[in-house]
């Protein structure tokens, strides 16, 4: 999934969504995501519709706030743990089908964080230990189910 963000000329709150089962190579859009932010983090929530969480919203204001994609529609949907934008998420490692997106690291208040959550069925939960580093502008790639290397261009420690 595709969601909103910035290019070095435009705002833009497009979303649009890669099906990956598909030989199809043009990305299918969802209706347009209900404000501008930059650096969100997205995913399947636990019903498997598209999940869009945090961001920079051009107000110089970084949020928490959620919107899942139901019937052709954003709907809010709860909040993270706490704000984040420049995030990295993937579905859960954990062997828990009860647990969806996992989160990690991000700015607040152009500070990186060192902590992580994970989405449950009660809503966001912080997870603990935190990373060893604080890190944003990062990406995690899941890889066999057992690992999931954290990559990162870019760190404030």
């Not at 070095?8 to 979303?15: G, M, R």
């Not at 949020?63 to 859960?92: I, M, P, T």
Request: glycine share 8%.
């Amino acid at each position: 999934m595709i969601s909103s963000g910035n290019t070095a000329t435009e705002i833009t709150n497009d979303v649009e969504v890669i099906d990956l089962d598909s030989s199809e190579t043009n990305c299918g859009k969802l209706k347009m995501f209900p404000s501008f932010i930059s650096g969100p983090i997205g995913g399947l929530d636990l019903e498997r519709r598209p999940l869009i969480c945090g961001g920079y919203d051009f107000f110089d204001e970084t949020n928490k706030n959620c919107f899942f994609y139901h019937e052709g529609d954003w709907k809010r949907s709860g909040s993270l743990v706490e704000s984040r934008s420049y995030s990295a998420s993937v579905q859960s490692p954990f062997e828990n089908e009860k647990l969806g997106l996992f989160v990690t690291g991000g700015v607040v208040d152009d500070e990186a964080r060192r902590t992580s959550e994970v989405h449950t069925l009660n809503g966001w939960e912080s997870i603990l230990p935190h990373l060893p580093v604080s890190v944003s502008h990062h990406c995690m790639v899941q890889v066999l189910k057992k690992y999931l290397p954290l990559f990162t261009l870019f760190s404030m420690e």
